[in-house]
């Protein structure tokens, strides 16, 4: 192929499609310097009106993208934001991303994410996988990585995570309120008249699990109703859990009126096996889940619940990512609390 000298754009791509487009193609077509189209696109000096409305449509008409790897290495940059989940497929966490990639657009960053599969030792290595990247930020959901440990990444860049409550120099770090969340759903049952209520745990291991069971305890304590340990069943926050749980519950001999499943994808575990064993929900048990998951609403019958604002802690999230970062990120979001859905899948105990 012989080079095209006049306009170096005009050579193919690897792919032998599209022609790639440099700065200095839109510098001749706006009919400016290389400088002044650099200080436009990177917003670092102010340009006068007419330059800059040349410029701007220049790029419109060549569909020009700037080199972001060149434009990292010379701002000190990358525009990513790295994300630590614990599982890719969990409702629960793609709720909260949603919120973070809502927050993040039009910002200029997108987001890197990583697995650590609630293991301390992976999750440690995520992080050091995502800093050596060079990432601008961090936000880390959940997890088994200590708070010394957060302070520490801290001291390298920002960092926002959730599941505990932290603050400091280029971190913040906030938990919801997992026992006001397992007490409004437990008070509701026993509002209605259930005393022998069941509870599937989470693993006991997640602080959000054992919060939850707190707040069972709590409102027990309350109504004055002595919870039944008995009644406690240990599942994984999955559904086979749920299922597997539910099972043994039933085949245990214990009489209840009514379960509370540690979450959604719990209670819908226990829904299919009451189904199942032949017992109505909630004619003859009464089901109550926690998170409010969007499909919660479209089961047969639709799942009683307590909504955790998962999508708007990813916004908050985003947003404070994004002060630490100094850039300007809007109205500011408030993350509401927990509240319950009462839907069809609860009924008074007669």
Not at 18 to 32: H, L, S
Not at 83 to 91: A, G, H, V, Y
Not at 264 to 292: C, K, T, W
Request: hydrophobic residues 40%; contains cysteine.
């Amino acid at each position: 192929m012989v080079a095209n000298t006049e306009h170096p754009s005009q050579y193919a791509s690897l792919t032998g499609d599209t022609p790639i487009v440099t700065v200095t193609d839109v510098a001749r077509e706006a009919g400016v310097s290389v400088s002044t189209v650099s200080r436009i696109v990177n917003g670092t000096a102010r340009v006068a009106d007419d330059k800059r409305l040349a410029v701007e449509a220049a790029i419109a008409r060549m569909d020009y993208r700037p080199n972001l790897h060149a434009r990292s290495l010379k701002m000190g940059t990358s525009m990513t934001i790295g994300i630590l989940t614990q599982r890719i497929e969990s409702p629960v966490f793609n709720r909260v991303m949603l919120g973070i990639e809502e927050g993040l657009m039009d910002s200029g960053y997108a987001p890197i994410i990583v697995s650590g599969h609630w293991n301390q030792a992976e999750e440690t290595e995520r992080v050091r996988l995502l800093m050596a990247r060079r990432v601008d930020g961090l936000v880390i959901l959940n997890g088994g990585l200590t708070d010394a440990q957060l302070i520490e990444f801290s001291s390298r860049q920002p960092v926002v995570a959730t599941g505990r409550r932290l603050q400091g120099h280029n971190l913040n770090a906030v938990r919801l309120d997992n026992v006001h969340g397992g007490y409004l759903a437990t008070r509701h049952l026993l509002s209605l008249g259930h005393r022998r209520i069941a509870h599937i745990a989470g693993p006991d291991d997640h602080s959000d699990a054992v919060d939850r069971y707190m707040g069972f305890l709590r409102a027990h304590e309350e109504f004055g109703v002595p919870a039944d340990p008995e009644l406690v069943f240990q599942g994984d926050f999955n559904e086979n859990g749920g299922a597997l749980a539910m099972a043994r519950l039933l085949d245990s001999g214990r009489s209840f009126s009514a379960v509370f499943a540690g979450n959604d994808q719990s209670a819908m575990g226990a829904h299919m096996v009451l189904y199942r064993r032949g017992l109505r929900v909630p004619e003859d048990i009464s089901l109550i889940g926690f998170d409010n998951l969007p499909v919660s609403a479209y089961l047969t019958p639709p799942l009683t619940t307590v909504h955790q604002p998962l999508y708007e802690m990813g916004q908050y999230l985003a947003q404070s990512l994004l002060a630490m970062l100094g850039k300007s990120a809007g109205e500011e979001i408030k993350v509401p609390d927990m509240e319950l859905v009462n839907r069809e899948t609860v009924k008074r105990c007669v």
